[in-house]
Structure formats: C-alpha cells, structure tokens
C-alpha cells in the first residue's frame, strides 16, 4: 500500500505591507524562474528596512527551498523569518502563522510528525482567517493520520469539511482526504464514491494538482480488490503529473506501475524511474548550491561595504588619535603637579577597595555554598518524591535533615571527604532526576574510572553534575539527558548532552552556571558549551585525576 504522496497545503503569506520594486520582482518570478525569485527575494531580506517585508521575504524563500527538497534550508529560513516578527502586532499575526505552517510541512516532509503537529498547533493561534484555519488543520490532520491516529485525523478533517463547502476544491480534497483515512481505518470500508465525487470536483474546476492527487489514491484503494482498476488510475496520475511536471508526482506514479503493471512493462518503467529519480535529485542538489551560492554572494558584499566603511571609520579614529595624544601629552604636563596628592588618594580608595572585595568575596562563597549545598539539594530530593519509586519518610526526614545540618555551618570551610562508591554516589545522583519526561542515561561510570581521583576532585565534580541536572530538569525541556564517563592517561573526560530547547543566541549564564566554571577551573580543568546541530546542548568538560597534576 502506497499513500505516500504529500497532501499538505500553504495559502501564501498576505501582503500586509506595500511592496517595494525587488520584492514584486522577486513575485513576478514565482513558479517560472524560482531562483530568480529567490535571488530577488534575499536581496529584500538583506536591504529592507521594514520588519515585516524582510519576514514575508524569508518565508516566500522558505516555501521556494521545501519545493525544491531543502527541507532544512526552508526550515533555517523560517526561523529567521520569526525573528523579525512580533506576535502582538495585529499586521505580524498572519506571517507568523504562515511561517509555523511551512514549518509543520518541513517537518511532515521530514518524518517528524510530532514536530509538524505542534508548529501546526502553534499557527492556528496566530490564525484569524478561516480559509487559513482550514488548511491548518487539514495539514495537522494529515500528520496524525501518518502517524496512524486515525480517530484524531478523523475528527479535525470533521471540524473543517462542512465551512469548506462553499469552496469546491478545499471541499474535495478534505473529503479525498477524509475517505482515505476511514479505509485506512477499516480496510472494509467503501471509499470509492467520496473518492471519485472529489475526483469529478477537481476535474469540474480543472484543479490539475488535485486531479493528480484523486488518481493516486485511487490506485492505492483498488490494488488489493480490483489490480486493473489500480493500474488504470496509475496511468492516469502519470499522465496528469507529466503534465503539470511534477517530478515526485510523476516518481510516485512510477513506483505503483511498477508495483502493479505486468512483468513485460515494469522493467520500462523501472529504467524510467531510476533516470527521473536521478534527474531530480541532480536538480534539487542543483537548487540547494544555488540557494546557498546566493546568499554567499549577498553576505560577501555586505561584508565588503562594512569593510569599507571600516575603513573610513580607521581613518577618521587616526586624525581623531593624532589629536588626543597632542592634548594628553599638555595634560600630563597639568597632571605631574597634583601627582603626589592623586596617588595618596587612589591608595585610600584602593585598601578600602580590597577591603570591599574581601568582604564581597566571602559573602558570594557562601552564596555558593548556599546554591549547590541547599537549594540544589532541595530540589534534588523534590525531584526524587515526584518521580522516583515510593518515597520512604525515614529517608526523606534523614535527607533534610543532612542539610538541615549542612546550611547550620553553611560558611565553615570543612575539608573534602573521599566517598569509597563514588560511582553509587554519581548513579544516585543521576538516577534522582529522571521522570516520566525525561531519561536519563549514564555509561563509564564504573569503580576503576575513579581510582586515584582526589578527595577535592570528586567534591567539585559532584556539585557540577548535580548542577547541570538542576538545569536540565528546570530549564532544557529535553526528553533525553546522557552522561559519558572516560579516562585518558591522568584526565577524567565527562560528555553531558541533552535534546532540549538548548541555550538561547542571547543566553546569559546564571549563577549556577558561572559557579560551575569556576569549580572545573578550580581543580584545572575545562569546559565548554556548545549547541548541537539540531537541538540540545552538548558539554565537554576535561580535568586532571589531581589538582597538582594540572600545567
């Protein structure tokens, strides 16, 4: 059984600006030269003033990358595109929820049904026209259908058919839609009349695209009952998708002549897949480099006009320095006369300085000591009650109480003891933040790794993991964590990542995560924090088995 052709649908972003000359250009390219419009689109994005004209570019370069099979491209396009919109701006509202529709199709054409599902949820609340809700809802319900939730895909097609009656072609394609996910539903039941009623629709409205889309799930619906029949509407979608040239159409037509044709013909058809199938992936990789050659471009010559502002920018800081060395040396002159008195001055203010720091120094090491001794403690033993195995009090009562004790000397610098199971204690520790939405994994954590660890070491090392767990679980929104241990010669190399939100472009470390760097710097380590390709987070950090080991 096929059902593989994409019945996902766009309405075009709404032109709430006035445009200007390049972006109608880029318009009048649409369809024919696609990367002549996206060429004249990017120059929009790159020279426009107007937030939401640089949006709307974004998204229509977006929607011409997914028809070429850049999927991702279209996906970083419509992340871009966001950022220059507003959510409480009325003009922005509808843009915005065009760009979560394009990225639900990126999605969907991905496989990631459950991404596509929730940028489909997410464009429906910027959405205030109803032809738009309809097609977002008949993409939302396409994605459950794949992912064979039948009962929902069923009752969102239900929510949408009867407003689309008064329009034909939205009309037949939700019934060809709804009529294919009940015989999906119930392999016994009669499609055939809502399938070919959509059918004689579109070929009442000359919907070509919609025509070809009947054929296809015709020949699905017949090729288990009745092979000719399937084979007949087969040869029509290949016919219709030669015609309005529709390449995965045409593969997907192909694909069933070759499944249902007899033996004499499927090797013609499969030497004409195999070539088309060639011919387009050339194309689509063609697309990419040339999306990605325009941009280059675009970026080379906004680099070349910064330059050259940059350089008139050094010529006038050199006049401007020629002067200020010319009054900075008759100043010093002024200056060595009163240089005894100022110097008496930024001594006092100096000692008392220090004197500040000192005590600012110790009240931030308590503060420390408050943050990883009690408060991520608490919430460590908070997360153990609302996700671990049935709490035992006595344990619960003997926890608090340990930190009851702890936060009584909270600024007593006690020397750092050497637990004999470390690996237990790492284990537990880990362990106590997964849940039901999250996983936590953990591997090399074995006795041997911690053999020769200092005292101090394993202390630091403890309070940093315990730190990125609390991070994890309050901030990352992931649904897997994993922790790597290794051993290279004298270093300890510990792997953290995640597949949640990750960190923000504009993300500011917090106390948390400032206290952790200067515990790995403390025992002379490393860490470092990167972004993963997709989502997530990924954080290496690297230090030696002793403290003294570190150059």
């Known amino acids: 059984m096929f059902i593989g052709f994409s019945a996902c649908y766009r309405e075009k972003p709404p032109t709430a600006i006035v445009p200007g000359p390049e972006y109608r250009k880029a318009e009048s390219f649409l369809d024919r030269r696609n990367d002549s419009a996206f060429y004249y689109f990017n120059k929009v994005a790159s020279g426009s003033k107007d937030s939401l004209q640089i949006a709307m570019a974004y998204n229509q370069m977006a929607a011409i990358q997914s028809d070429a099979g850049d999927n991702f491209g279209s996906q970083e396009s419509l992340l871009v595109s966001l950022k220059f919109l507003d959510g409480q701006k009325e003009k922005d509202r509808k843009c915005i929820a065009s760009d979560y529709n394009e990225l639900g199709m990126s999605s969907y054409n991905l496989k990631d049904y459950d991404a596509a599902i929730g940028f489909y949820q997410s464009a429906l609340k910027f959405s205030d026209s109803g032809a738009l809700k309809a097609v977002i809802i008949n993409n939302e ?85 009745r092979p000719d029949s399937a084979l007949l509407y087969a040869g029509k979608m290949y016919a219709v998708a030669t015609r309005i040239n529709s390449p995965e159409d045409r593969l997907e037509a192909l694909q069933k002549l070759i499944t249902i044709g007899k033996a004499g013909t499927a090797q013609q058809y499969f030497l004409l897949y195999q070539r088309l199938s060639d011919s387009l992936q050339t194309a689509r990789n063609a697309a990419k480099n040339q999306f990605a050659l325009i941009r280059y471009d675009a970026e080379k010559n906004k680099a070349d006009n910064l330059k050259l502002q940059r350089d008139n920018a050094d010529k006038k800081y050199e006049i401007a320095a020629q002067r200020f060395w010319l009054w900075l040396t008759l100043l010093t002159l002024v200056a060595a006369s009163i240089t005894a008195v100022v110097w008496y001055r930024k001594r006092k203010q100096r000692l008392e300085k220090e004197a500040q720091e000192a005590i600012r120094e110790s009240q931030l090491k308590t503060s420390k000591r408050v943050h990883d001794v009690v408060a991520n403690g608490l919430y460590r033993i908070m997360k153990e009650m609302e996700f671990g195995e049935q709490p035992d009090k006595e344990q619960i009562l003997d926890k608090i109480e340990v930190l009851y004790e702890q936060s009584r000397d909270i600024s007593d610098e006690k020397p750092t003891t050497s637990p004999l199971d470390f690996n237990k204690t790492i284990a537990g520790l880990v362990k106590s933040f997964g849940s039901d939405h999250t996983k936590v994994l953990l591997a090399g954590n074995s006795p041997d790794i911690w053999k020769e660890v200092s005292g101090q070491v394993k ?93």
């Open 459 to 551: 202390y630091e090392l403890e309070h940093v993991l315990q730190e990125l767990m609390v991070n994890m679980s309050k901030h990352s929104h992931a649904g897997t964590a994993a922790i790597k241990f290794e051993r290279e010669d004298r270093r300890i190399l510990v792997n953290y990542a995640d597949d949640g939100v990750g960190f923000p472009k504009d993300f500011k470390f917090g106390n948390g995560l400032r206290n952790t760097g200067n515990r790995i710097k403390d025992i002379g380590g490393d860490i470092s924090f990167s972004p993963k390709a997709t989502k997530g987070v990924n954080i290496l950090i690297s230090f030696p088995i002793h403290k003294d080991d570190h150059v």
């Open 141 to 225: 319900a396409n994605a459950y259908q794949k992912k064979k939730d039948y009962a929902q895909a069923l009752k969102l097609y239900r929510a949408v058919i009867g407003p689309m009656k008064t329009n034909s072609t939205a009309y037949a394609r939700i019934l060809t839609n709804m009529a294919t996910t009940r015989w999906l539903q119930q392999p016994h039941y009669h499609a055939a009349p809502d399938l070919l009623k959509a059918l004689r629709i579109r070929q009442k409205e000359n919907d070509f695209f919609g025509e070809n889309s009947s054929y296809g799930h015709l020949s699905d619906y017949y090729l288990l009952t």
